[in-house]
């Protein structure tokens, strides 16, 4: 099967895209954009940035320890997209192996002198992926067989010892690999890598063991710390150990630390990572707006997360945090036209961005760049909208399960239906019946939306959040019509989130809303929003919202503090338009804000 992720147990079993076909929509749209448009962007980028020659040998060496792992991201989207400059980029990488699997344009001469830093097994993990996106979707070739010898290789060299990588993601690369090929050996060497993590496993660094989850054992941490990408990397390893060998423990323990970091230590578009020195969590409640770095490489490893706790557990929250997460930060990543990228997402900005040449346009946050020193982001999120339809549905022994409603045809166990809905922008999803079969049909109702119902053949219920479900047997032309209450509505932050007291953010179905002011437009500074129901505009078929504020009395004079609370703001009030924050910076440099003083 079609699929990045294949649990052999679980309550629920993926769908992949040999059974999940997009079509024009918003899914669609993207895939189809990233298809034609981002895959060949960041092909072109990786041949002029020389990452791509590195594999030809050609000297000096160009780009960063970890740039051969952004050719191999690059080859996974290829496998996912049926690419078909997938071939000959995979001869250039099969032609860089050496004889006992080894393969790293960066350190061969030098192996392995370096775990805390050196990305080698960080770079096979990718490779892996891509070797099994290839296997599953074309068979065997040149890249399946580099990617199993690099394995063996690896199993090799680390089965015994206590050695581990600075930066995870073998460990789920080595189990998926298991999976397709059932070689134990692949499972048992993820397994040691898990348990070994914490020990320690390598040495101390200024910033701490914590950096790379290697200051305690994976079953005795609490919350996910550190390197916001390593930490979610891991636990999505972890969770493929924990179903594959069947300790529950373990999978209990990922789930806590999962919660916790959930209900404490993520922003509100489901960004994760709160500090920009490390690029990793903060402490609890830690989520100020201006400074929030939410990598878009960690919001990718956060829905692969969900989605491996959806499979094992069938629990809506996790599905429902994807969803945020797909809407609010996945497509926040990507420009409009498929050609630039933010690296971090914060959730405020002070200044425009000023634009430079070349790479590395404000990689902090403010304006999409076209390229970085440091690209993994546009990678992962190719790869990852090539592998999205198996994302959005599952199946298990009742029927099938729509997550993430968007317009495809899913075809499983002899049932086909169409999935039809303008959604994020509508809630209306209909789910016609195209092949008949029998089982149940369940549709995702997230925890938002509160009143939805169900319809099918006249018979309309209100359906609470969580799964609302109907059973067959089903005949062509059945319908099921889930309707979503699409009511914009005013968000506000817990207390102790101390960065966000007096504030509020504007929502509407799955999307966060933002405030954005580009060129001459008011500034954004000195607004105090008024909570009051938000005016809805529909605007070349996306919905804008529009709510009342105040503007203040300009700047403080002299002071910024007093003897008193600061008082109601002075100035007239007006409108003040928000579009959904994934659609922010396509105007060009801005200032943006999400969450908006009330006064």
């Not at 000297?59 to 970890?66: A, K, L, Q, S």
């Amino acid at each position: 099967m079609a699929n990045p992720v294949l649990p052999s147990s679980g309550v629920l079993s993926p769908l992949g895209l040999d059974s999940v076909r997009l079509a024009p929509g918003f899914w669609g749209d993207r895939a189809a954009l990233n298809r034609e448009v981002t895959i060949a962007h960041c092909l072109d980028w990786d041949e002029r940035e020389g990452w791509i020659p590195n594999f030809r040998g050609e000297r000096p060496r160009r780009g960063r320890e970890f740039s051969d792992s952004e050719i191999y991201k690059l080859l996974e989207a290829m496998a996912w997209a049926g690419h078909p400059a997938l071939p000959a980029l995979a001869e250039t990488v099969a032609g860089a192996q050496e004889g006992d699997g080894y393969l790293n344009t960066r350190w061969t001469g030098s192996r392995y002198t370096d775990l805390e830093w050196g990305h080698e097994l960080y770079c096979y993990g990718h490779l892996i992926q891509a070797g099994v996106a290839r296997l599953r979707t074309h068979g065997e070739d040149t890249l399946t067989r580099v990617a199993t010898r690099a394995a063996d290789h690896v199993c090799r060299r680390f089965m015994e010892g206590t050695q581990t990588c600075g930066h995870p993601v073998i460990e789920m690369a080595l189990v998926e690999l298991y999976r397709a090929t059932g070689a134990e050996r692949y499972l048992e060497m993820a397994r040691r890598f898990v348990e070994r993590r914490g020990l320690p496993a390598l040495a101390d660094i200024p910033f701490g063991r914590a950096y790379y989850q290697d200051d305690q054992p994976v079953r005795q941490a609490q919350v996910f710390r550190g390197h916001a990408v390593r930490a979610l990397y891991l636990a999505c390893g972890v969770v493929d150990v924990a179903v594959e060998t069947g300790d529950e423990e373990l999978l209990k323990a990922v789930e806590a630390q999962w919660e916790r970091t959930v209900a404490r230590r993520t922003h509100l578009t489901g960004g994760m990572g709160s500090r920009h020195a490390d690029e990793s969590f903060g402490e609890d409640y830690e989520l100020p707006p201006d400074r929030a770095y939410n990598e878009t490489c960690a919001s990718i490893a956060s829905i692969m997360l969900a989605h491996r706790l959806l499979l094992a557990t069938g629990d809506a929250r996790y599905a429902d945090l994807a969803e945020r997460t797909l809407y609010n930060m996945l497509a926040t990543g990507v420009a409009l036209d498929g050609r630039s990228f933010f690296y971090a997402n914060p959730l405020q900005v002070r200044v425009p961005a000023v634009p430079l040449d070349g790479v590395n346009h404000a990689p902090e946050g403010g304006l999409r760049s076209p390229w970085f020193d440091v690209s993994c982001c546009p990678h992962n999120v190719a790869r990852t909208l090539a592998s999205l339809p198996a994302y959005l549905a599952t199946s298990s022994a009742d029927g099938i399960q729509v997550h993430h409603p968007t317009p495809a045809e899913i075809r499983h166990g002899g049932l086909a239906v169409r999935v039809e809905t303008g959604y994020p922008w509508d809630g209306a999803v209909t789910v016609r019946v195209l092949e008949g079969g029998r089982g149940r049909i369940a549709l995702r109702v997230p925890a938002w939306a509160k009143g939805a119902t169900l319809a099918r053949g006249g018979v309309t219920r209100e359906v609470s959040p969580g799964y609302a479900s109907a059973d067959g047997p089903w005949r062509p032309g059945d319908e099921l019509r889930l309707e979503l209450p699409m009511t914009p509505r005013w968000t506000f932050p817990h207390r102790r989130v101390d960065a966000l007291r007096g504030s509020a953010a504007v929502e509407r179905g799955p999307l966060v809303y933002c405030a954005e002011s580009v060129a001459d437009e008011p500034p954004l500074g000195d607004v105090a929003a008024r909570v009051a129901p938000p005016v809805e505009h529909h605007v070349d078929g996306v919905v804008e919202l529009e709510v009342p504020v105040s503007l203040g009395g300009g700047e403080p004079a002299g002071w910024p503090y007093g003897d008193a609370p600061d008082g109601e703001p002075s100035g007239p009030d007006t409108a003040l338009r928000l579009v959904p924050y994934h659609r922010w910076g396509n105007r060009g440099p801005a200032t943006m804000r999400v969450w908006l003083p009330v006064g």
